[in-house]
């Protein structure tokens, strides 16, 4: 996907019962509509006095202006706040109308992104992946707000595993991992990371299934295991006051530990995770997987390791 830059945004018709703010260098806030915005100049439709009929024109150049923030358009509102389940299609427009004021403080134009890119992900596997990657990018280079760039930088990361690209992902990952200070997407780059050295692992075991008499495969192999159960459990241990991530990081660990042939490990990794996480998304997801696995009579695989 290309995405080319707008340097003059015309608003949609709109009322100004909705209205636009313009903060003023001088500390003076005008309620308007933001009728035309470059770089240069702010054409805004001010609203008559109180019991006036009629509004008013007027001009701003950019070196008046602190900043804009704009009202919600008609429709927009109610999709924003859902926007993390929205679909592709609902979202694309909403992005195709905010991106030009990706730069500019206090726009929602990242948020849109965001949702956009994540949209596509979870709907057009591999080429959605790839749309979403350079979307990702150009959130990277032109948001104004820092989380954005944050958000962004981890979706481009999930993007290159979705897409296949699992070398890039895990390279970037711990380039990222060292120069970080932030210590969310330090969690969230870490459990990437433990994703590609399972996901490796798997691939491991299965151009070699008796890797446990060779000697060259099996290092290998307890290396990824172990490190990738490392990774997944450190929230638990570190953060544990994050809870969604935390519980997250055990049902992994758990799913890890099945794999293993652990499976008394994977079940008090669940047990420990309703108990002590019963509030998140993934407290119903380890009681079935609990549920499944006390109705199984044995251990998926006699390998353990």
Known sequence: MRVMFLGVFSL??????????????SGETLACRIDDLTDAIVNVTLPGAAGAVGSAKRTLTATQVERVEFGFRPGEEALFAKRGSATAAELKPWWDLWFPHLHRPSSRSGAWGLAYARAMMREESAIGAEKALS????????????????????????ALMAKGDLATATAEARL????????????EVEHLLA?????????????HPRWIEDDEVRPRRHELYHRALDQFLKPHLFHATREEVA???????????????????????????????PETSFAAKAKESLAAFQSTPTDPKATAP
């Not at 050295?197 to 798997?202: A, I, N, S, T």
């Not at 997250?248 to 309703?274: M, N, Q, T, V």
């Open 176 to 187: 990222l991992a060292r120069e970080t200070e932030d210590p969310a997407l330090l969690i």
């Open 12 to 25: 949609i018709t709109t009322s100004l019962a909705a209205q636009d703010l313009v903060v003023m260098k």
């Open 247 to 277: 519980a997250r990081g055990l049902f992994s660990a758990a799913a890890l530990l099945l794999f293993g042939g652990e499976g008394e490990e994977a079940k008090a990794r669940w047990e420990d995770l309703i108990k002590l996480y």
């Open 195 to 207: 994703e590609a050295d399972f996901r490796v692992l798997r691939e491991l075991e299965a151009e």
């Open 135 to 158: 979307l990702f990018d150009h959130l990277i280079a032109k948001a104004w707000s820092p989380e954005v760039k944050t958000a962004a930088k981890q979706g481009r990361l999930e």
